[in-house]
Structures are given as C-alpha cells and as structure tokens.
C-alpha cells in the first residue's frame, strides 16, 4: 500500500489541489471505482472533483442529496465504510442504489469551520471489498480532516481575494452611478467563478432593466434620466450585502451577482429589491435565474436576462 508520504507538501497549498491529490492517493492505496469530493447545497449533492474509473461521474455532476448513501451516513443510519453495502438497511433503501451498481461505501464528513456540513470525501465500488478496509477509517477520517482545514483557511483567502479585486477594480466603475461598468463586471464575474468552481459555493444573479428611460430622456431631459439611474443604484446599495457585485452593465440595465446565496435566498432579496424600487416610485422589470454547478455564472447570468425581458415583454402587453 501506498504512504502518506507520498502526497508531497506542494499538492497540499490550497483546497483544489489537495483535493485532487487525495484522491489520487486514496485511489492508488483503496482501490474503488469511483471516488469524490463532494458539496452539498440544499438537496444538491454537488461533484467538485472525481477520480472517476468507470462511473462517468465528472466535477459539475448535480445528484440529489437525499438519495445518496451519504445523505445516511451523516444521519448516523449507516457505517462510514461498508465493505458490503447490501448488508446495510440504510444503503439498500437509498434510491443512488437503484440507480447504478454499488457493492462497497466509503464516506466521511467535510466540516466548516463553524460546524455545518460543508460535504463528504466518499468513494463506491461495484464489487464488495475485504472487510480489513474498515482498518482504514482512521486515515480517511484524518484526510477529510486535513481537507476541511484546508478549506477553512481558503474560505478566508478567498474572502481577502474578493476585497482585493474590488479594491484593483474601482477604477472600472460607472462614472454616473459609481457601480462598476461592464467591463468590472465581467471580470469580477469570472473571478467568482472560479470561487464557485473549486468550492461549490451557490449564486444567483439578478438583472434589472429600468423603464421608460428613453422616454424620460426625450420628455424631461437627459439630467432627469441621470437621475433616475442614480436612484435606482442607490436603491441596489440599500439592499444588497457586502459581498455581492452590483454592476450598470449598459445604458438602462444593471445587474446584481448575489455571492453565496442560493436561489431560495435570491428570491427573497428580489422580492424585497421590488418592493423598494415601488416604494421609491421606480419602475422596472427584473429577472433572476441562479447558478447551475454544470453550467455556470454567464449561464445563469443569459438566463436571468431572458427571464427579466419575458416580464417586461409581459408587462407591456398588459399595460393599457
């Protein structure tokens, strides 16, 4: 069997790439077809990285929590390593086994650092193992340690590395509403998709289109226009956290890229955001769509577009 040692410190610098390392390792000393680096997200089981060999399991892979072996495993209704998964109740009634060939289970937790369940390092195999795999729980329990302090400490470059590039980036702002421009968008957008990359983490994006500004412009002047868009940016500031990117990314439209925040929670921010544009008297037309782990950012970012045209398509049609 392989050693410890043979994961070098280098492969252990940042969460991605130790990832990546133990599972080669876990692979080369366990065997098992399938092994994975996993995050939850609500019912999302969510693939951030695999060291796949014949389950055509990839990273981006979205699974349903709740039918997964480790769904039960954390529950506590069954072992974290079961040579023999069919002669566990919890394993035989989770739907993942309906689903594809599972004989032999590894799982163990990946923690936040408050305390939550950040996901699992799991592995499956289509043939029953030895039963002395279950002498290895210690050392994979110590990796999945080893990780989730990883992750810990990149939790927090990755906030500093935020701050960072909005602070390289203020020169790339809107010189009417102060937001930044498209093209600090765009780079702050793929910045964050790396983030969302390696670590999973769920965002959502809201586009805003404000109406009847040509109008505005051509009736009450360009000065009356300017103000209009600098009250609706004044209205995103209010309602929006430190963390997430609000951008003027043309002439009438701007858009919001909600940081680690699922789309339960990016409905309930647009709903509030309606709310505050009615009360200022604004009018708009507002879409939000958020990220798929296969898909990503620009993804979610088109399809909150779309969605913010189909009610302004719809709004006109209704209008007397």
């Not at 408050?114 to 289509?126: E, K, N, V, Y």
């Not at 990796?143 to 927090?156: E, V």
């Not at 209010?238 to 609000?246: E, L, N, Y």
């Amino acid at each position: 069997m392989k050693s410890l040692h043979t994961i070098g410190a280098s492969q252990l610098l940042d969460f991605n790439t130790a990832a990546l390392s133990v599972l080669t390792y876990l692979h080369g000393r366990l065997g098992f077809d399938l092994w994975m680096i996993t995050r939850t997200e609500g019912n999302d089981w969510i693939v951030l990285q695999a060291n796949d060999q014949g389950y055509g399991v990839k990273a981006g892979d979205v699974f349903n929590w709740t039918d997964s072996f480790c769904s039960r495993m954390i529950q506590g209704e069954g072992p974290r390593i079961a040579p023999c998964s069919d002669e566990v109740a919890a394993y035989i009634q989770a739907p993942i086994g309906q689903q594809v060939k599972i004989g032999a289970y590894v799982g163990v937790p990946l923690i936040n650092e408050d305390g939550t369940l950040f996901g699992t390092l799991c592995a499956i195999d289509p043939a029953p193992q030895p039963p002395a795999i279950q002498q290895e729980l210690p050392l994979i329990e110590l990796l999945a340690q080893l990780l989730s302090r990883i992750l810990h400490a990149d939790t927090k470059a990755a906030e500093q590395a935020r701050l960072t590039e909005r602070l390289q980036t203020e020169a790339l702002t809107d010189g009417l509403t102060g937001l930044y421009n498209r093209r600090g968008w765009d780079q702050l957008l793929d910045s964050e998709e790396e983030r969302c990359t390696i670590y999973g983490y769920p965002a959502c994006i809201i586009v805003i289109d404000i109406d009847n500004l040509k109008t505005i412009n051509d009736s009450q002047g360009h000065a009356a226009g300017d103000h209009l868009l600098q009250q609706t940016a004044a209205v995103l500031r209010q309602i929006t956290r430190k963390q997430d990117i609000v951008a003027r990314i043309g002439g009438d439209e701007f858009a919001m890229l909600c940081v680690e925040c699922s789309l339960d929670e990016g409905e309930q921010l647009k709903t509030r955001l309606e709310q505050v544009l009615a009360a200022s008297q604004l009018q708009a037309s507002v879409g939000i769509a958020g990220r798929h782990p296969s898909q990503g950012l620009r993804w979610a970012w088109a399809n909150a577009d779309r969605a913010m045209y189909s009610f302004k398509r719809l709004r006109q049609a209704i209008s007397p």
